[in-house]
């Protein structure tokens, strides 16, 4: 079965620096990834998602993934955060045959000015 | 763009009446799932179909959460009798794993 860790629970960055969440999944196969955004009363929205070939990700909002194998790890990274980043994120792993999907308990993102 | 159509928006129903939430599927895809998300818990998967069939209700926690899907257009989640602890947004969504803004329960 399908697990997901997000490590970090709460991260705080400076508006401008960079940004990395973590991500590690469990799965037996090479699995579809996700990332998910989502703002306070909000729905989720897709950021990103890696199926298969290239293992760096280019999401929307300037984000982007890169799926690493040997580490089992999806690690979402934007080079310049701004303020309006500020929001929940969620990690997610499927199987490819449109199985279900499992998220991670999320990363709450707080951005300073 | 979501592939489904949730709704009510919002619900508030008193402890113990029955509640239907609704999706309606616009993407065509042959999955669809509910999802809950609490505080407490996260977002938990309680069901999905395929091509209308359940695969899956391992996560519906109780009996008295049960969910159909009559044909490819229309699914529903309903809770009877309905509890506060089943306060929660409510999120169906298809295979293109785009979600909605889903439905808001509160049960008082």
């Known amino acids: 079965a399908q697990s997901v860790t997000q490590p970090d629970i709460h991260i705080t960055v400076s508006e401008g620096a960079s940004l990395e969440l973590r991500c590690n999944y469990s799965?037996?196969?090479?699995?579809?990834l996700f990332w998910y955004v989502q703002s306070p009363g909000q729905g989720l929205q897709l950021l990103l998602k890696?199926?298969?070939?290239?293992?760096l990700v280019q999401g929307i909002k300037g984000f982007e993934a890169e799926f690493k194998r040997s580490q089992s790890s999806f690690n979402l990274r934007k080079p310049s955060v701004h303020w309006s980043d500020a929001a929940e994120y969620f990690c997610?792993?499927?199987?490819?045959?449109?199985?279900?999907?499992?998220f991670g308990p999320g990363t709450s993102l707080s951005v300073i000015p | 763009d979501a592939g489904v159509i949730q709704s009510p928006r919002h619900e508030v129903t008193e402890m113990g009446q029955e509640v239907t939430l609704r999706c309606k599927p616009i993407?065509?895809?042959?999955?669809l799932f509910w999802y809950r998300q609490t505080m407490m818990r996260g977002l938990e998967l309680l069901i999905y179909?395929?091509?209308?069939?359940?695969?899956?209700d391992s996560g519906m926690p109780e009996d008295r959460f049960s969910a159909k899907m009559p044909n490819a257009s229309f699914s529903t989640l309903k809770i009877q009798p309905s509890e506060p602890r089943d306060s929660a947004v409510y999120f169906c969504?298809?295979?293109?794993?785009?979600f909605g803004s889903g439905t808001r329960l509160t049960v008082v």
């Open positions: 997610a792993v499927g199987a490819p045959s449109y199985d279900k999907v499992i």
């Open positions: 799965y037996g196969a090479t699995p579809y």
């Open positions: 890696y199926f298969s070939g290239d293992t």
């Open positions: 993407s065509g895809h042959d999955y």
């Open positions: 179909f395929n091509n209308n069939v359940p695969i899956d």
């Open positions: 969504t298809q295979g293109d794993y785009t």
